[in-house]
């Protein structure tokens, strides 16, 4: 076994090594050559072409306001949501793990596009009531615009901050709020004065986590910013690839270079603050008893706030898509309007072929890449949590490397390597570009699952004659069953939705189903559109339900015994 395993680490690092650094260094060289048929001539003339453009200005400073701003937003709300939850008396506290999971299932270009259907400022349906049903003639709320695109933006990434604060809030030691109120301290100056200076390194790290998520978004920037004349970084590489007569691969590798550095340096402070947060550390081995803050007379009005939350975050998206898909255009809900209701849009989708082949890529790529993905991350969770080793602590930081990688950055990466392979133009560059961005997805729950499985079992099996492939079938996969289950439902979401790598990647043939709703948003085809994104919604939660169902059947405490 130890041969088996000094060949399988080694191997492995050649693996992630080729799908995380291969794409950055590809990015490089293109950066510096003059184009995809002249790669290796070296020029600085790309770098020249991107950072001497008089419009770069204004698209840094709408970059810096996007991403502080919808980075604010994200973790404030989440911070309030935390705070409410768990030191507050506020009712039907199972609301706030559904704010906190179920938005991470629906796209965020689905969410972005029923943003833009509400808010459209000449047929979104919110300003339609305004004017055709309370008379406001002249008043539009316009989402295209930056605070529109911060807001969405926020809603999108609350969830994320509310995962870091929460254990953090949990696990925070009330005696010292009691302390200060025992002092005389408000409720109020207990917070701003104790709280949240103890709780200020999971606050940084939620802030600079949802900036880096911010800065790689390309959903929101592209389907409400582009239309508003709004651009910032990532739609500026997308323009240098997808308009004009030919794409400029060397300039959109150039200006993907500051966001990839800008990235890291994000990730890599945010691993800093978060290994840093044991010295603000309030629980010990000592009694640990949490307090509840009585809300009184505003427990049901803050609760009002929650359930509004969770509407504009679960409900209200889907709600808005469904409706569009069977209105012949944007109208306001009425008598009228459910009277001239139709599959009529559903039917056009169905009939349209390059729709079809988009669905049928995205499922393919959701289930295979998903399971090649569980697969790859099986191997490489085993070598960092039972081998190690310096090469085992080498293989687990470039498995997290991708994570830190903007989609439509590390995709203009591969397309410098692919357009040189026969594997350009196919099916097969997306699954591998999929899988390299992704494995982080997988490889994370899989790690936590080696750590429940003490070696002692695996010991055992080989003292009773048992090789180790039997081991790994018998004992090891069983007990890995609820790990795989989790890691390939974050997989196979991901892929299915998956929007930033694929507008760089797709070519003819190879179209998804986040391409084909964002060609539909750019054509202005909202019927389409909706009833395109329900099914993408629909094959996500089926592909949840199936990974559930196989998961469930599995018992691994009496496979193992």
């Not at 070296?42 to 008089?54: G, H, I, M, S």
């Not at 690839?241 to 402070?269: E, H, N, P, R």
């Not at 550390?281 to 609760?303: D, E, M, W």
């Not at 999929?434 to 499985?453: E, H, N």
Request: with cysteine; glycine share 8%; net charge positive.
């Amino acid at each position: 076994m130890g041969n088996k395993r000094s060949v399988l680490t080694p191997t492995l690092i050649g693996i992630v090594g080729f799908l995380t650094v291969c794409p950055v260094v590809m990015l490089i060289f293109g950066s510096f050559s003059t184009g995809l048929g002249a790669f290796g001539k070296f020029t600085l003339d790309k770098y020249v072409e991107a950072y001497a453009n008089p419009e770069l200005p204004g698209i840094v400073a709408n970059t810096i306001f996007f991403v502080f701003g919808s980075s604010t937003v994200a973790t404030g709300l989440a911070l309030l949501l935390v705070y409410l939850n768990t030191r507050t008396d506020i009712p039907f506290k199972f609301l706030f793990r559904i704010i906190s999971i179920i938005p991470m299932m629906i796209p965020h270009l689905l969410f972005s596009v029923s943003w833009v259907l509400l808010l459209n400022p000449s047929n979104g349906l919110i300003n339609l009531f305004l004017r055709q049903v309370i008379g406001f003639e002249n008043v539009a709320i316009n989402i295209y615009s930056l605070p529109g695109m911060i807001l969405v933006e926020g809603l999108l990434d609350m969830p994320i901050a509310y995962l870091i604060l929460a254990p953090a809030m949990a696990s925070f030691d009330v005696a010292l709020e009691e302390s200060s109120r025992v002092c005389g301290g408000s409720t109020l100056r207990t917070l701003f004065q104790i709280t949240l200076p103890i709780l200020r390194p999971a606050i940084l790290a939620a802030f600079i986590l949802t900036l880096v998520r911010s800065l790689a978004s390309f959903a929101v920037p592209s389907v409400i910013g582009m239309p508003g004349r709004i651009y910032v970084l990532a739609t500026y590489i997308y323009q240098s690839i997808a308009t004009g007569f030919a794409a400029d691969f060397g300039k959109a590798a150039a200006i993907g270079m500051s966001v990839l550095v800008t990235s890291i340096t994000l990730i890599y402070l945010y691993r800093h603050l978060t290994s840093a947060s044991e010295k603000y550390v309030t629980i010990s081995g000592r009694g640990y008893r949490p307090t509840v803050i009585k809300l009184k007379g505003a427990r049901y009005p803050l609760f009002g706030i929650v359930g509004f939350l969770s509407l504009i975050l679960i409900v209200l998206p889907v709600l808005v898509l469904f409706y569009t898909s069977l209105v012949p255009y944007s109208m306001v809900p009425s008598a009228r309007a459910f009277s001239m209701m139709s599959w009529k849009h559903w039917i056009e989708v169905i009939n349209d072929p390059v729709s079809l082949l988009s669905l049928k890529n995205s499922v393919f790529l959701g289930i295979v890449g998903a399971s090649l993905g569980v697969l790859l991350s099986i191997f490489v969770a085993y070598v960092i949590v039972k081998v190690r080793s310096k090469a085992s602590g080498i293989l687990e930081s470039l498995s997290f490397l991708s994570f830190s990688f903007p989609g439509i950055v590390i995709g203009v990466g591969f397309m410098w390597f692919f357009v040189r392979t026969p594997l350009y133009a196919t099916i097969w560059a997306l699954l591998i570009g999929y899988i390299a961005t992704y494995l982080p997805y997988g490889v994370r729950p899989l790690a936590s699952a080696f750590v429940q499985i003490h070696s002692h079992l695996e010991e055992s099996s080989r003292v009773c004659g048992a090789g180790s492939f039997t081991t790994m079938r018998r004992i090891v996969i069983p007990l890995l069953i609820p790990g795989i289950v989790s890691g390939w439902i974050l997989m196979a979401s991901m892929f299915v939705r998956e929007l930033t790598l694929s507008v760089v990647l797709s070519r003819p043939g190879t179209e998804v189903l986040a391409v084909q709703i964002l060609r539909f948003a750019e054509d202005g085809l909202w019927g389409q559109l909706s009833a395109l994104g329900i099914m993408m919604i629909f094959i996500s939660t089926a592909l949840v339900l199936m990974a559930t169902l196989v998961g469930a059947r599995f018992k691994p405490v009496e496979e193992a015994t």
